[in-house]
């Protein structure tokens, strides 16, 4: 309860925000170092040329384009990146001995740079506290727990994402809840930002996966991708149910899935139902030398790296899909025993 009121006085907080004086067009930085001063810094503005600041006995200032839709950069020789939101308020860089810089601004309450490290201390504090709750709770209740964590971190994610729409927080807040969201939801949610957020890497990248996931949707048609001279339509769309496996080595989940899918595999493979690996975001031998080490004896595509992703709308590993004889996507993102449920509709055991 107390959780839901921080996030309700967040989101009041916001609200007020809103209607504060706005800011300017241009964005006025400063900044000194603790010690081992550059000759100069570079910032980075999306949309711009890159702007060399001189630094003069530790210090530098200069006047930049604002840019609130998406993260700008400050780095320097010296090993300096630090990420921030040219907002159009005087932000101030102090970077210290370890050349770790610290951002804050001379008018917080119209800061969209200081809105934004708020939110990001707001989804730390959720993070600490239940991470604090983990060691003091029993296994067998941590699956609730991670539960109540998804929930308030969503409310979270909500309160920023409405509240920030013409700038870049809505963008971060968007791509903390991929999976909160089917697609269709997570396109309308899209069609409401600012156009200049829209057009910002994060959202166009999301964009994207969101339309492939609509075109590969459960009930649609496969799409056809070809690796190395072997065809996806060489296993589906040809008389059998196939349980497609996209996974990567290096992946500790699609590790753990395995398991299941070849106890599918040993329990109903046959005329009527085969099983797929396709290694993605891989390295083609480690690929091959994990699926031998756990048992894998199925039929495989390996170094297929982004393209089925791309394809399918696919932002996380492993992710199981089940096709239909004809190539009829029958269901998406199958996990543990959901992966036999599904397939026992369709297919009897051997």
């Known amino acids: 309860m107390k959780s839901k009121t921080i996030i309700l006085a967040l989101s009041a907080g916001l609200a007020l925000a809103s209607c504060a004086p706005k800011a300017s067009d241009t964005t006025k930085i400063s900044g000194e170092f603790a010690k081992d001063a550059p000759a100069e810094v570079t910032v980075s503005i999306p949309g711009k040329e890159d702007i060399k600041v001189a630094v003069v006995d530790g210090k530098f200032s200069a006047d930049v384009p604002a840019e609130v839709a998406s993260l700008s950069v400050i780095t320097a020789e010296n090993g300096l990146k630090q990420r921030f939101i040219s907002d159009g308020t005087a932000l101030v860089f102090t970077i210290d001995s370890l050349g770790q810089a610290t951002v804050t601004s001379k008018t917080p309450k119209v800061s969209i740079q200081v809105r934004n490290q708020e939110y990001r201390d707001a989804q730390d504090a959720i993070s600490d506290k239940y991470r604090s709750l983990i060691d003091s709770l029993g296994q067998d209740k941590l699956d609730s727990l991670y539960n109540e964590y998804e929930a308030e971190m969503k409310d979270l994610n909500l309160v920023y994402f ?189």
């Open 162 to 350: 409405e509240a920030n729409k013409d700038n870049f927080i809505s963008s971060a807040a968007l791509s903390q809840m991929l999976f909160d969201f089917a697609p269709a939801e997570l396109d309308s949610l899209i069609s409401t930002l600012d156009s200049s957020v829209r057009s910002n890497d994060i959202v166009t990248r999301i964009q994207k996966a969101v339309t492939a996931q609509l075109e590969t949707a459960e009930g649609k048609m496969f799409t056809d991708f070809e690796v190395d001279g072997v065809k996806f339509s060489s296993y589906v769309g040809n008389g059998k149910y196939m349980l497609v496996d996209f996974w990567a080595s290096w992946c500790g989940p699609c590790k753990a899935e395995i398991p299941n899918v070849k106890k599918v595999w040993e329990k109903y493979a046959g005329k009527d139902f085969d099983v797929l690996s396709v290694a993605v975001w891989d390295e083609k031998q480690a690929s091959i030398d994990t699926a031998a080490a756990y048992g894998v004896k199925w039929n495989q595509i390996v170094d297929a790296q982004s393209l089925p992703t791309e394809i399918y709308g696919i932002q996380g590993i492993p992710h199981i899909i089940l096709f239909g004889p004809d190539g009829t996507i029958l269901k998406r993102d199958l996990r543990e025993e959901k992966i036999e449920a599904e397939v026992a509709k369709y297919v009897s055991a051997k």
